[in-house]
């Protein structure tokens, strides 16, 4: 990860905005460079992934233009070797080709990049400055407008506050660009199906998984893999380990008294051959994080929060007792193919446009967890299920095939790989257990009573009444939100809403978005 920052105010200097910018230095702890330009000022936090020497800082420039970008450009050597007939480049950074692309395609350049990013560019020409966020949000970017009205940008809501009254999320797939935001992308909007047999369906997602799979693994830093013993992180780490042909390294957490993933995560890693490390985390630790928590995620949403504990207190262990700087993750999968509850869906009609709506907001969710809890602890998230490729084409397939009649979620993605042996078969075809559940039930437990302990029920309804957009309706919900009022004073609309089943469903009307609560949790727990 880096952080990034990018302003045109006249009223503000980089040295008086250094402060805020220094709240996300552990996104980029290798070096800073806050750049004062004719108008504008680009600042950048760097954590060196590709090209590790100092050539690779940013900004970069060609011209009077600019760019600061927290990116992985896949692909960028093939790229920077069509452009080296116009341009000489100084760096193995991949971001070292925007300013070149940028000069060549102009704001059409957003559409051809196969990337995960959030960047600034300063245009020396118009004196303005353009930004632009990958099509799923998986790289942070926010904006604010200063008292002067001029805009502001920020790799996470924490950068502005206290510079801007109002902060809001940049939107995944668009660019801004004289004074308006446009959209490049639409991963989600399906105009007509794939009509594919069930056979080409699966061979599809194979081959593009894969694919998606071997462009993460380019790194010039040592990696690492989350391996929580489900489907999705188990794929990565088995199709990683065949492509690579060595040994990895996976990482996995769990509760000490109840952990369910763990023994899942050590069949996996056993049966792959990877060095493993398990982490477990106590009820302590768990409480004695959440505000920490809080403040790192600039979320109130129970599903965000719950899962994060784990997945950062395992990146926190990772940054301190290894080298590892970049880690691969199986985030995504779940927007895509189904969640315990999507079991519920009335219709395929229902089924996409529910998978539409949680790919569209990924970014203010389980994109932000993973971002947040890894980028906190100065490493890089790379998601190989949020392949721009493989996105389009799992959005595409016909939604009837996508649900779930086969009394088994995600069977396509189960079937794609069933014949190539890399999983045990009771890992591949095990029943889907969300993070937060799975690394100890106890854990949910945990928060819920210690939220309890806050409140009085008086207190609880009373306490709900402070707020009129996303209100509270649990003592736990009203918990997160009160700690996130403390560091993002009116600055919930940042989050859509609770992250909930769809409660229009029959089955799914319910007032924890935990998939205990649902009849067809099963053994998803065991």
Not at 312 to 326: G, M, Q, S
Not at 449 to 477: H, I, L, M, N, R
Request: hydrophobic residues 40%; glycine residues 8%; aromatic residues 12%.
């Amino acid at each position: 990860m880096c952080s990034i920052i990018g302003f045109t105010s006249r009223e503000l200097t980089a040295q008086s905005v250094r402060e805020y910018f220094d709240r996300t230095v552990s996104r980029g702890p290798d070096a800073t460079r806050m750049a004062e330009l004719d108008g504008a000022v680009l600042g950048f936090h760097r954590l060196s992934i590709m090209g590790l020497d100092e050539r690779g800082m940013q900004p970069f420039y060609l011209g009077g233009n600019a760019v600061v970008c927290n990116g992985e450009l896949y692909g960028f050597r093939q790229l920077r070797e069509e452009l080296s007939a116009k341009y000489s480049f100084k760096s193995e950074s991949d971001c070292e080709i925007i300013l070149p692309l940028y000069r060549e395609y102009g704001l059409e350049m957003f559409s051809k990049l196969d990337a995960e990013f959030a960047m600034v560019i300063y245009d020396g020409q118009t004196r303005e400055l353009i930004a632009a966020r990958d099509p799923i949000g998986i790289r942070p970017l926010y904006y604010g407008y200063y008292s002067d009205g001029s805009i502001m940008f920020a790799s996470e809501a924490k950068n502005l506050v206290g510079l801007c009254d109002k902060i809001m999320p940049f939107p995944p797939g668009h660019y801004y660009a004289g004074g308006k935001f446009v959209r490049y992308a639409d991963l989600t909007t399906v105009t007509e199906y794939v009509h594919d047999d069930i056979d080409t369906v699966c061979a599809k997602i194979r081959e593009k998984l894969i694919a998606g799979v071997e462009k993460r693994l380019d790194a010039d830093a040592p990696l690492g893999f989350l391996l929580s013993g489900g489907l999705d992180s188990s794929l990565v780490c088995a199709i990683s380990a065949k492509l690579l042909g060595k040994k990895i390294r996976t990482f996995a957490i769990g509760m000490d008294l109840d952990p369910i993933d763990l023994k899942y995560a050590r069949e996996v890693a056993e049966f792959i051959g990877s060095e493993h490390m398990e982490v477990t985390m106590t009820r302590d630790e768990v409480l004695a994080s959440l505000e920490e928590v809080i403040a790192m995620l600039g979320t109130y949403d129970i599903t965000t929060i719950r899962a994060s504990m784990g997945m950062y207190l395992c990146c926190k262990a990772i940054h301190e007792k290894t080298d590892v700087r970049v880690l691969l993750t199986g985030e995504i999968s779940d927007e895509l193919f189904g969640y315990k509850y999507t079991d519920f869906a009335p219709s395929p009609e229902e089924f996409q446009h529910e998978a539409k709506k949680r790919v569209d907001e990924l970014h203010m969710y389980d994109v932000l967890r993973a971002d947040r809890c890894i980028s906190v602890n100065s490493l890089e998230a790379r998601v190989p299920f949020g392949d721009l490729d493989f996105v389009r084409y799992v959005m595409s397939i016909d939604p009837a095939m996508k649900m779930n009649t086969y009394d088994m979620g995600k069977y396509l993605l189960r079937r794609a790989f069933e014949k190539d042996g890399i999983l045990p078969d009771d890992i591949l075809w095990r029943q889907k257990a969300a993070f937060s559940d799975a690394v100890g039930h106890s854990m949910v437990d945990d928060l819920k009573a210690y939220a309890e302990s806050v409140y009085t029920d008086e207190q609880f309804e009373q306490g709900c009444k402070k707020y009129d957009f996303a209100v509270p309706f649990t003592k736990e919900s009203l918990l997160y939100r009160d700690i996130f009022e403390k560091y993002y004073p009116g600055q919930a609309p940042m989050v859509k809403d609770f992250w909930m089943p769809n409660k229009t469903w029959p089955g799914c009307d319910v007032n924890d978005p935990s998939a205990r609560v649902l009849k067809n949790y099963g053994a998803s727990g065991k």
